[in-house]
């Protein structure tokens, strides 16, 4: 059945153009298919900018804040790779204002409803500034994504879409705080009422957002083969690998006062969000487990729509692409096999495994 939510594929994501410099010769520049970043645009007269060190502090922000995106994003040429550290570092700092993790320079923490909607609704207006090629100089993610953008068919409008989703994740908090919801004690059928993913459509419309909107950035930095469903490929393997995100962190989503699972799925099965004495998730009849393996089959089938991306790929981006989705793939199995796993801590892979999964990624071997 086709989802009436899903977005059309559009040809600008589809295919990729060869990078271009952004000065002209003799300003110093290097040959951008050389695997070197150009040293300087300029944004407006007499205000040159060093796009060198923006990427490098986009890759910074990668290595040190991408525990599995940076293992697909290393098998990339440098070109794609500063791009899509650059496309990761403003994915990032969206996700740090809704979690209440961003540090903007020279101020306060953004903890507040009020403060991350005025956050969010700065970095919407920089989106907007990139998108008219006049970024804030001074930012060196701007600057990077700006470039990137400039270089690959990049769809600056899913950075919008994330803005959405994070938007939706910050009005669950404040309505959390509003209805007193307590991870502590669990979540009662009345809260369950008020969250906002009834049914599983509406929690693929949050995936889509916050996860498929990724998808299709990374997707305009790989570049593809033409192909009409490229596109809604990327799309499904970003809300694949939200699913695995939101099975994996359950509790941790709980305690901090949210609920990403359909609530008309829980109660049919009669699974209850609820954490015990010792601060895990209480199960004792195994009503949520069963519908953990339920959710797991489920998301198999979108990461087997979303690999067809794959073929269409260049090696290089297939083994990207096929390492991220490698990792998320293995942590799902591994969470369908002992549901229990994740109730009273965070899953995740080994260093040595996920090197595994990126060599075979590289290999050409998804499974």
Known sequence: MTDPSRPTATTAATTDRSP??????????????DGTATN???????????????????????????????????????????????????????DDIGDGDFDPPGGATV???????????EVRASIRAMRAQRPDPSDPVLVGVTDAARRYPIPLGAFEELVDGVEADARMDRDASRSGADGARG?????????PHTTFDDMTVYCRQVAGSVGRLCLGTFGSRPHPRAAEYADALGIALQQTNILRDIREDLRNGRVYLPTGELARFGAELRLDDAGALADPDGALA??????AERARGWYVEGLKLLPLLDRRSAACAGAMAGIYRRL???????????????????????????LRALAGRTA
Request: glycine letters at 6%; a positive charge; hydrophobic letters at 40%.
């Open 20 to 33: 271009r410099p952004t000065t002209g010769p003799g300003d110093g520049s290097a040959d951008p298919e």
């Open 40 to 94: 300087r645009t300029e944004d407006a007269p007499g205000r040159p900018l060093d796009l060198a060190a923006a990427y490098a502090a986009c890759e910074e922000i990668t290595r040190r804040e991408a525990r599995n995106f940076s293992y697909g994003i290393r098998l990339l040429p440098a070109p794609k790779r500063a791009a899509l550290s650059a496309v990761y570092a403003l994915a990032r700092r969206i």
């Open 111 to 121: 903890i507040s409803f009020e403060e991350k909607s005025a956050a969010l609704a």
């Open 187 to 195: 979540v009662d059928h009345q809260d369950l009422a008020a969250r």
């Open 290 to 295: 069963a519908y953990i393996r339920f959710a």
């Open 332 to 358: 799902l199995e591994d969470i369908a096999a002992e549901p229990r796993s994740v109730y009273a801590q965070r899953r995740s892979l080994s260093g040595a495994q996920k090197i595994g999964v990126a």
